[in-house]
């Protein structure tokens, strides 16, 4: 392409002359000749572009979706006689991408065009995914605004029927740390030396296939059947704990927990380059602390970061809870002395009960605290990341 190019640019045209080095060559024709050059490096300039220079208005495809839509909608309010927004909405941004189709084909030019339409759908797509989330934030901030207050983020649902009582999901907060808590101090550990022996210790190796395969099996497993291992497991191992507690609840996180644990740091540990091992070892440094000193020093942020979004990931279950740790309406400090209550299960227990409040109120807390995580995690990868310069 480039060649042909430079030849249209060096050729000159028919009846045009172009001077020679040693001065022969009339001045006209070097003229004519830097002339014929210029126009044709323009139109090559010209024939590159998509479309040329012409563009659709800024604001365009914005008000032409307002427009298709406003039409589409009068045509089913006034036309059909139909009130579905829903469906006038649908039409007509299916109508909207018919109209910028040709619109942008004819005045921008093929490719211009085919790109304008790539990137309202792109958009588009990005805006379904982002309306049901403000939404949904909207809906729990909305509703649970009313119950927001000291004595609700403080107090239990003990004695909640007797007159003046003010209940609250204190006791549910404490049980929800408590409980992820002890889930993080066993998963996070055995989830990054898992991690850790998949990855530097048995590379391909078939112990280590099979490991692999069995994370991948405990990544898919429901939540509900590790409820039911966590319960079965801590009664008989430890058959004084109770029929319920907080220690089996925190089981059943754990084997939700340690798999996307265990994938996160697999992930993180591969990224580091070989080179920084083999330098190491060049050096007679031992495999054990090439890991400690090197390996898991660069991969750091991500295995930190990714730790903290599995712990925000398995702190919202329920159905395991339901099963392990109970909902009773106190207090309880102790994992292996009696049920615990989480929020989660607060929610649910609400719902139960028909006390909509307050169920909001346990769902716009449990919100905040994912959030947290969530920007702890950003900071931590922001913060360790290796620097550059």
Same mark, same amino acid.
């Given at each position: 392409?480039?060649?042909?190019?430079?030849?249209?640019?060096?050729?000159?045209? #028919?009846?045009?002359?172009?001077?020679?080095? #040693?001065?022969? &060559?009339?001045?006209?024709?070097?003229?004519?000749?830097?002339?014929?050059?210029?126009?044709?490096?323009?139109?090559?300039?010209?024939?590159?572009?998509?479309?040329?220079?012409?563009?659709?208005?800024?604001?365009?495809?914005?008000?032409?979706?307002?427009?298709?839509?406003?039409?589409?909608?009068?045509?089913?309010?006034? &036309?059909?006689?139909?009130?579905?927004?829903?469906? *006038?909405?649908?039409?007509?941004?299916?109508?909207?991408?018919?109209?910028?189709?040709?619109? +942008?084909?004819?005045?921008?030019?093929?490719?211009?065009?085919?790109?304008?339409?790539?990137?309202?759908?792109?958009?588009? *797509?990005?805006?379904? /995914?982002?309306?049901?989330?403000?939404?949904?934030?909207? /809906?729990?901030?909305?509703? /649970?605004?009313?119950?927001?207050?000291?004595?609700?983020?403080? #107090?239990?649902?003990?004695?909640?029927?007797?007159?003046?009582?003010?209940?609250?999901?204190?006791?549910?907060?404490?049980?929800?740390?408590?409980?992820?808590?002890?889930?993080? =101090?066993? /998963?996070?550990?055995? &989830?990054?030396?898992?991690?850790?022996?998949?990855?530097?210790?048995?590379?391909?190796?078939?112990?280590?296939?099979?490991?692999?395969?069995?994370?991948?099996?405990?990544?898919?497993i429901p939540s509900i059947v590790a409820g039911l291992f966590a319960a079965a497991f801590v009664g008989m191992v430890a058959p004084w704990t109770g029929h319920r507690n907080g220690l089996m609840?925190?089981?059943?996180?754990?084997?939700?927990?340690?798999?996307?644990?265990?994938?996160?740091?697999?992930?993180?540990?591969?990224?580091?380059?070989?080179?920084?091992?083999?330098? +190491?070892?060049?050096?007679?440094?031992?495999?054990?602390?090439?890991?400690?000193?090197?390996?898991?020093?660069?991969?750091?942020? &991500?295995?930190?970061?990714?730790?903290?979004?599995?712990?925000?990931?398995?702190?919202?279950?329920?159905?395991?809870?339901?099963?392990? *740790?109970?909902?009773?309406?106190?207090?309880?400090?102790?994992?292996?002395?009696?049920?615990?209550?989480?929020?989660?299960?607060?929610?649910?227990?609400?719902?139960?009960?028909?006390?909509?409040?307050?169920?909001?109120?346990? *769902?716009?807390?449990?919100? =905040?605290?994912?959030?947290?995580?969530?920007?702890?995690?950003?900071?931590?990868?922001?913060?360790?990341?290796?620097?550059?310069?």
């Amino acid at each position: 392409m480039a060649t042909n190019i430079n030849e249209k640019i060096s050729a000159p045209r #028919n009846g045009e002359g172009v001077g020679s080095g #040693n001065g022969t &060559g009339n001045g006209n024709g070097t003229g004519n000749g830097i002339g014929a050059e210029t126009a044709v490096k323009e139109r090559v300039q010209v024939d590159l572009t998509a479309g040329g220079n012409k563009k659709l208005p800024k604001g365009f495809t914005f008000g032409a979706l307002i427009v298709c839509w406003l039409l589409t909608y009068g045509l089913f309010r006034f &036309g059909f006689k139909a009130e579905s927004a829903v469906g *006038a909405l649908v039409v007509g941004y299916l109508i909207f991408l018919v109209v910028m189709r040709f619109v +942008s084909h004819g005045v921008e030019g093929r490719r211009a065009g085919k790109d304008r339409m790539a990137g309202i759908i792109i958009t588009s *797509a990005f805006v379904i /995914a982002v309306v049901p989330l403000i939404s949904l934030l909207w /809906a729990v901030v909305q509703n /649970a605004v009313p119950v927001l207050n000291y004595s609700f983020l403080n #107090n239990s649902m003990v004695g909640m029927s007797e007159a003046g009582s003010r209940p609250g999901l204190g006791h549910a907060i404490v049980g929800t740390l408590t409980i992820t808590g002890t889930t993080a =101090i066993i /998963a996070i550990p055995l &989830g990054i030396m898992t991690a850790i022996y998949l990855v530097e210790y048995y590379r391909g190796g078939w112990f280590g296939k099979i490991v692999t395969f069995l994370v991948d099996i405990m990544t898919g497993i429901p939540s509900i059947v590790a409820g039911l291992f966590a319960a079965a497991f801590v009664g008989m191992v430890a058959p004084w704990t109770g029929h319920r507690n907080g220690l089996m609840g925190a089981i059943a996180l754990v084997v939700l927990m340690t798999p996307i644990v265990v994938r996160n740091t697999e992930e993180m540990l591969r990224i580091v380059p070989d080179e920084l091992r083999e330098a +190491s070892y060049a050096l007679g440094v031992t495999k054990s602390r090439t890991i400690i000193k090197v390996v898991l020093r660069t991969a750091l942020p &991500g295995i930190v970061s990714g730790c903290v979004i599995a712990l925000a990931r398995v702190i919202g279950e329920s159905a395991p809870l339901m099963i392990t *740790a109970s909902s009773p309406d106190g207090f309880n400090y102790s994992l292996i002395n009696g049920p615990v209550m989480t929020l989660p299960v607060f929610v649910y227990s609400m719902f139960q009960r028909g006390m909509m409040d307050y169920a909001w109120g346990g *769902a716009f807390v449990l919100v =905040i605290i994912v959030l947290i995580l969530n920007l702890i995690a950003r900071f931590i990868a922001k913060v360790f990341a290796p620097k550059t310069h």
